[in-house]
């Protein structure tokens, strides 16, 4: 059995890689086991030189890593550079944080001594998607390594180059051999990875359909499981928004990987008193984005990473539109071997509408307007979806109470695009998922939390 990469910029091969066969994953997550039963024994010191190392192997590698990109899903060379950047930061992050956040804790009880320890699990499963094929692994990979786990990695299809490549920086940076593996595995043999006595845990990164699967097959052998998962994050702007940096800001969260984000900006509720003048200015700014080859500097939007999932989106538009949508912009496939979409606007989107109660993966923005506040909140947790959301207000305040209290969301900003960052949990609810990654409590997840009392 074979996978293939192919350029979504024009539809070519770029090459053909061999699967491994059932054994040949049994044997490598075998391989990893063993590897791991002496890196859990290893000092802290010595995985923190370890990620410094890998995080200097990322940064020498930056440009060939992003062109990397550029050919197997699209991503234009320039945020594919800083996806390479965030990569050597988490590295570093956990290289500088991961003992004192798996340090003892002291707890007071009538025991002579009572404290929590944080232990590691032993092989840790990654099920990672090709929207950010370096980054999605590395939130896992580093506190993975820094907590003393070893991890196996079944990356998308469509990037099976990118996967290869980071088992070869892992190795290249110094770390023990097999403790970090790439399983050139299709979906199907999946189930038999998390069944593999081997595993430890699982995380997953993709869709919602996608984390269900992995959750019932986790569960059924009484396995962790953490799911970072689909997203339609609302954006609202409120009638003393400044308008110009929340078109701005709504603008480039929409358009990030050619609005192939589990946190871009996807709804747009726009108090009515605004929505005139927020959409004009949208409009603007989303026209003067420029569309191209993703491995020229100049290109801000590249095509969608394969052509299967442009034509979902584009029956996704049509499909609202034909309930009452209307294009503003955009909404058109280009000719030829490509994956192409252009960045588009709906207005007049209403519930019943895919653009309003589905995930637009994809440079698609869908403005709603509601009549308030109380309205615009409303719609903005009238969804399946839970990943993030933005606030736009010049009442700070107002806008922090209205993040923390009212929104249904894993992340909350005001007057910013959501974004995920080393040092803050990142992580959904309701169908986005469950558990968190980054931060303290990304490195928690996959440790036995053990109680020692000692009378």
């Given at each position: ?130 929207n950010f094929p370096f980054w999605q692994v590395f939130r896992f990979l580093a506190p993975a390594l820094a907590a003393g786990n070893c991890g196996v990695l079944k990356h998308a299809s469509n990037v099976p180059g990118c996967a290869l490549v980071i088992e070869d920086m892992v190795r290249e940076a110094g770390f023990p051999d097999n403790v970090f593996q790439t399983l050139l595995a299709v979906n199907t043999q999946v189930d038999a990875i998390i069944e593999n006595e081997h595993i430890k845990a699982v995380t997953l990164t993709g869709s919602t359909n996608a984390g269900i699967k992995v959750a019932q097959k986790a569960g059924s052998v009484l396995k962790k499981s953490v799911l970072e998962l689909g997203g339609s ?223």
């Amino acid at each position: 059995m074979s996978i293939k990469s192919v350029n979504p910029a024009n539809g070519q091969v770029v090459k053909i890689y061999k699967t491994h066969t059932d054994e040949q994953v049994a044997d490598r997550i075998k391989q990893t086991h063993d590897a791991w039963l002496k890196w859990r024994k290893s000092d802290s010191s010595l995985r923190a030189n370890l990620l410094r190392k890998l995080a200097e192997v990322l940064n020498k590698r930056k440009s060939e890593l992003a062109e990397l990109m550029a050919v197997e899903m699209g991503k234009p060379v320039k945020q594919g550079a800083s996806e390479i950047e965030k990569c050597a930061t988490v590295c570093e992050y956990y290289a500088d944080n991961a003992a004192k956040f798996l340090k003892e804790q002291l707890i007071e009880t009538e025991a002579q001594k009572s404290y929590v320890t944080f232990n590691p699990l032993g092989v840790v499963l990654a099920v990672m998607p090709w929207n950010f094929p370096f980054w999605q692994v590395f939130r896992f990979l580093a506190p993975a390594l820094a907590a003393g786990n070893c991890g196996v990695l079944k990356h998308a299809s469509n990037v099976p180059g990118c996967a290869l490549v980071i088992e070869d920086m892992v190795r290249e940076a110094g770390f023990p051999d097999n403790v970090f593996q790439t399983l050139l595995a299709v979906n199907t043999q999946v189930d038999a990875i998390i069944e593999n006595e081997h595993i430890k845990a699982v995380t997953l990164t993709g869709s919602t359909n996608a984390g269900i699967k992995v959750a019932q097959k986790a569960g059924s052998v009484l396995k962790k499981s953490v799911l970072e998962l689909g997203g339609s994050d609302a954006y609202i702007i409120l009638e003393d928004a400044d308008l110009e940096l929340a078109a701005s800001t709504c603008t480039d969260s929409r358009l990030i990987n050619s609005g192939q984000s589990c946190i871009a900006a996807k709804r747009f509720i726009v108090v009515e008193s605004v929505a005139d003048k927020f959409t004009a200015l949208m409009l603007k700014k989303m026209e003067s984005k420029r569309v191209g080859d993703p491995l020229k500097q100049e290109t801000e939007v590249g095509p969608q990473a394969r052509v299967d999932l442009r034509n979902e989106l584009h029956e996704q538009v049509q499909k609202s539109v034909a309930a009452g949508a209307k294009c503003i912009l955009g909404g058109t496939v280009p000719e030829g071997e490509n994956a192409f979409y252009p960045p588009t606007i709906l207005t007049n989107v209403k519930k019943g509408m895919p653009a309003y109660d589905e995930e637009l993966f994809g440079p698609v923005a869908a403005i709603i307007v509601a009549k308030d506040e109380a309205e615009a909140i409303d719609i903005a947790n009238d969804s399946v979806f839970g990943l993030g959301g933005a606030i736009f207000t010049q009442d700070v305040k107002r806008g922090e109470h209205l993040a923390a209290n009212n929104l249904e969301a894993g992340s909350c900003f005001v007057n910013s695009l959501v974004k995920s960052d080393p040092r803050l949990p990142f992580g959904g609810i309701k169908q986005s998922g469950y558990g968190r990654e980054l931060g303290m409590f990304g490195i928690h997840e996959f440790v036995n939390i053990k109680t020692v009392y000692i009378k």
